[in-house]
């Protein structure tokens, strides 16, 4: 059993915390505004509301949907939506807020420029189940396999580290498919059913609330693999417009 303890603040600025986890998010803000501003695929007015709007969008749609998983009801604890050093913030919240304040922005043009966002954003999912990690939270199903984690005396699988490694087959499979010339909305899509999958594996080595055998993870990641591969197969079919 592997004994693990990093502190999850990286510095303090007087009495504010700068933790990993945080840290994390900027670094993807950041990412996806200059990833977007070297491929020039939006002029430089236009890229800057997105990543606003995107951000914003991500940072609600992420917050809300991991507080209500947690179950807080935040018609009666509206603060709690603010004391974000609590945690609770779920991706697929995030990806649905982030889709929202992408399309305010771009309209017809969101299926185009999302092939660009995802590939800077696979790769900071990696970072972020890292700082996950370092957090000691989403923890692994009680194992006795001998790479397992103490958490709290306990042996866990290491599901952050599964995830992260997950990610990382993610960001290589995104990052070459954009380097093609597919049609659009092909790299975003691939993205999308790479994310499912994945998702629906590592989740299995998480400790998880079952229905039916599956957490809602779990089968929001089945809805993103269905229309992973129904787009594909569709734009495959129709011989959509190359990006």
Known sequence: MIEFNIDPVLFHIGNLEIRYYGLVYFLGIILVYFYLKKKKVIEEEKLERLVL??????????RITGLISQGV?????????????????????GFLGALIGGYVVLKKELLKISDFVVVPL???????????F??????????????CFSVNQVCRHPYTLYAAFGHLILFLIVYFASRKNYRRGNVFFTFILGYGVLRLITDF????????????W?????GFIVAGIYYLVR????KGQTI
Do not use: C, D, H
């Open 235 to 238: 734009n495959r079919k129709n």
């Open 53 to 62: 709007y995107l951000s914003v969008g991500m940072l609600i749609g992420a």
């Open 218 to 222: 779990q089968y929001l990641s089945i």
């Open 205 to 216: 080595f998480k400790e998880r609330t079952e229905i039916f055998g599956l957490s809602i």
């Open 134 to 147: 370092i957090n000691q939270e989403l923890i692994g199903k009680v194992t006795n396999v001998s790479w």
């Open 122 to 132: 696979s790769l900071v999912l990696i970072f972020g189940r890292l700082a996950n």
């Open 73 to 93: 009801n935040l018609l009666k604890e509206p603060l709690e939506f603010f004391r974000i050093w609590n945690g609770g913030m779920s991706f697929f919240g």
